[in-house]
């Protein structure tokens, strides 16, 4: 059965239950997402409190600027998101469309600027066993292991978010193309659930951000 | 379909909330405060995930059964982290001891230990 043509489900009383049901149901993806970085989270802590002057010497190695303009750039995109999804919900189809592709765009600027800063982790000899200066800590080897852990920290956890980031650009973008073609006038709850998931991978950013580059 | 649609000011004065806060997360970052950096950094982290929750994510208009699905995936992360850190910061005997293997490698000796274990 096509979903969006049948946009009434026939195990659900009424659209108002079936949208419920997709809240519910995101939702709890999202709790399985948060558990999924949350185990990130608490090995970064862990290993916060067990080696705190690697942690601090690691943070003062990574671009704030680019952290900084990155948090904004997705802050913004959370915006036209929203914006989206209010204009599905009022059936406005062409309005949609339009900010879901500036969601795509600035999720394209973000993983850019990501990119450009890898980049320069990569030159500066920033990643731990691949191409890390450990002359820069001759005196002090040891610091310079748990700086290391610390850069493995930071590259799985953003790589991590910059995957959600990509699968998220995908989802918006499928959305796109079918709310450009109309497909959600009768039911835009696919609208709604892609911005879900779309201020999720946002709100794990709002904690990297300052857990990586601010705190020292 | 009766649920709430937020107004396009709502959404407006919500942004401009939130890149208020990075602005501020961003200058305080730069204050020197010692231990309370950390707090603050997180207090506004909290914050802005609560607004971001509340009104991009709609939890404010949603159904009570939305809130417990919502609330369930933090309770559980807040378990994660009370029972290992129960754990962990209750190993050491002496505070200036590292929390990672203060049993195996005696204080003092702990960063000659490891890089002889881990320099190749």
Known sequence: MNPYTAHLQHHFRDLEQQREASTLGMWTFLATEVLFFGGLFLGYSVYRVGYPDAWTEGSHHLKEWAGAINTGVLLCSSLTMALAVRCAALRMTRQTTWFLLGTIALGFVFLGIKAIEYTLEWREGLVPHFKFDMNRYAANPALGNRVQLFMSFYFI????????MIVGIGLVSWVAYHAWKGRYTDNPTWVEMTGL???FVDIVWIFLFPLLYLIR | MAHHIPTI????????????????????????????????????????????????????WSSKQTWIFASAAFFWFGILMTLTFSD?????NRPTQSIISPAVVPQGQQSEAVSQSKTP
């Open chain 1, 157 to 164: 956890m953003t790589a991590l978010h910059a995957t959600h």
């Open chain 2, 88 to 92: 962990y910061l209750t190993r050491g």
């Open chain 1, 197 to 199: 998931y779309w201020h």
């Open chain 2, 9 to 60: 000011r709502t959404y407006l004065i919500v942004f401009a909330t939130l890149m208020i806060l990075l602005l501020l997360t961003v200058l305080a970052g730069h204050l020197h405060m010692g231990r309370f950096n950390h707090a603050v950094a997180l207090t506004i982290a909290v914050g802005k995930a609560v607004v971001v929750l509340l009104y991009f994510m709609h939890l404010r």
